[in-house]
């Protein structure tokens, strides 16, 4: 086992790695709650949450249990001309959980399909309708939607995706305020096939939040408008804001969305894109060639979706929401007077997710300081925690009990005030 990072260095490819500067990977042998094992015996606490997925903490034996179960009854059928419970269940289930008039739910297997089965829809539903000139997509600035072409088109170009712009559709992205939104319609007049959004919290832009105000005032523009509002709630899906759903702190209801991470409790690829019945049947025809062409091998696999059952059991019993909102709490309690040093910007909250932004001159996802951060976060031994340019946050599972979170406020303290030193 100590071997690993060895014969992973010969084989492997890690994402968002750069092979000759990064440090060898950790090798981890188990994870129970919040805590990750260490080949060589650390324990670590997974502050992030695994990339914000986890939602209730590693290896839930509901979650464990269901998985074997089901793998053990029908593993996996192709989701086209075939159907089965577990899909049809949680189906079921989103709609009646995500915001009133998002009755169709169509799987696929990570954030970025989720995005992109979103953008195509839309698309083609202005195509049916006879408007195939509505081919711009409004989205804020900093936006991260995964890393797929649709995807990447419609979040920020720097500094991941920039080298792609040949082959990027035409995005339009906006501060997040009324002023921008309206002047890029006027602007685009006719050409706008939807708005897409992270709701109240975009993640990768460094945790930055924005309020509901804006998202009412965003919903009541798109309507006026007849655009299509996407929300990306791949990452704040299933209670990190403290509400099941981003969108329900605004109490607005978009026409897609897009869900994924925590929806099988962040342990199991599965997606989902829930539309409205007005994009649904936009692809409704007796023309075969109507139909909505996009699929996954593995679209609504029976142990992804009965994984999902068991997340959301276990939402509803325990009130994850809730348990996040206090986790995030204390952390922020413990965390606020860090705003008065010199050199931290702002701290933020919301829900279960805690940011601390550092001045910078550059700012974004590889400020020269995040060098700085990262080797910081590194020598946190017990804590897994990595920033994002200059912002250092928290996102742990609803599990973290009091004293882990409180180990997690000591680590990132230390972290931040080791670099301000
Ligand atoms: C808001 C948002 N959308 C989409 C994605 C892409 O998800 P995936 O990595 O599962 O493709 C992410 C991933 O972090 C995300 O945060």
Redesign the pocket.
């Known amino acids: 086992m100590n071997d690993l990072p060895q014969r992973d260095r010969k084989v492997c490819w890690h994402p968002y790695t750069q092979h000759q500067l990064d440090p060898e990977p950790l090798a981890v042998v188990s994870a129970k709650e919040a805590t990750l094992t260490l080949a060589d015996g650390t324990e670590m606490l997974d502050a992030i949450s695994s990339?914000?997925a986890n939602l209730h903490g590693h290896a839930r034996p509901e979650i464990t249990a269901a998985m074997a179960e089901q793998s053990a009854k029908l593993d996996h059928i192709m989701f086209a001309g075939f159907t089965h419970e577990p899909a049809v269940r949680l189906a079921e289930e989103l709609v009646d959980l995500t915001p009133e008039g998002l009755s169709r739910v169509f799987y696929s297997d990570?954030?970025?399909?989720?995005?992109e089965v979103g953008l195509k829809a839309v698309y083609q539903t202005w195509v049916r309708r006879g408007e195939p000139s509505r081919t711009v997509f409004l989205a804020l600035k900093g936006g991260?939607?995964?890393?797929?072409f649709g995807?990447m088109s419609v979040g920020e170009p720097d500094p991941f995706f920039a080298e792609f712009s040949p082959f990027l559709f035409h995005v339009v992205r906006v501060a997040p305020n009324m002023d921008a939104v309206e002047a890029a319609l006027a602007d685009l007049e006719g050409r706008v096939a939807g708005f897409i959004l992270?709701p109240l919290v975009q993640?990768?832009a460094g945790m930055k939040m924005h309020g509901v105000d804006f998202l009412k005032s965003l919903r009541a523009c798109c309507t006026r408008n007849r655009i299509f509002l996407i929300a990306?709630?791949?990452?704040?899906g299933f209670g990190r804001t403290g509400h099941l759903f981003a969108c329900n702190a605004a109490n607005i209801a978009p026409d897609v969305m897009?869900l994924?991470?925590g929806l099988t409790g962040g342990i199991f690829?599965l997606?989902a894109t829930v539309v409205t019945e007005e994009i649904y049947s936009a692809f409704l025809s007796d023309e075969r060639a109507k139909a909505f062409f996009h699929g996954h091998t593995f679209t609504g696999n029976p142990i992804g979706c009965a994984v999902g059952l068991a997340s959301l059991e276990i939402l509803r019993r325990e009130d994850t929401p809730a348990k996040l909102q206090q986790i995030g709490d204390r952390l922020h309690a413990q965390l606020k007077d860090m705003e008065q040093l010199d050199g931290v910007m702002e701290i933020r909250q919301c829900g279960g997710i805690v940011a601390i932004e550092l001045q910078t001159e550059d700012q974004g996802y590889l400020a020269g300081l995040g060098e700085t951060l990262r080797a910081g976060c590194r020598a946190q031994k017990h804590v897994l925690l990595r920033p994002l340019g200059n912002v250092m946050y928290a996102m742990p599972p609803s599990c973290t009990t009091d004293e882990e979170v409180d180990r997690i406020a000591t680590a990132l303290r230390e972290v931040v005030e080791g670099v301000l030193a």
Not at 110 to 115: F, I
């Open positions: 990339w914000w990570n954030g970025s399909t989720a995005v991260y939607h995964g890393d797929t995807a992270e993640g990768a990306d709630e791949v990452m704040t897009c994924a991470k690829p997606s």
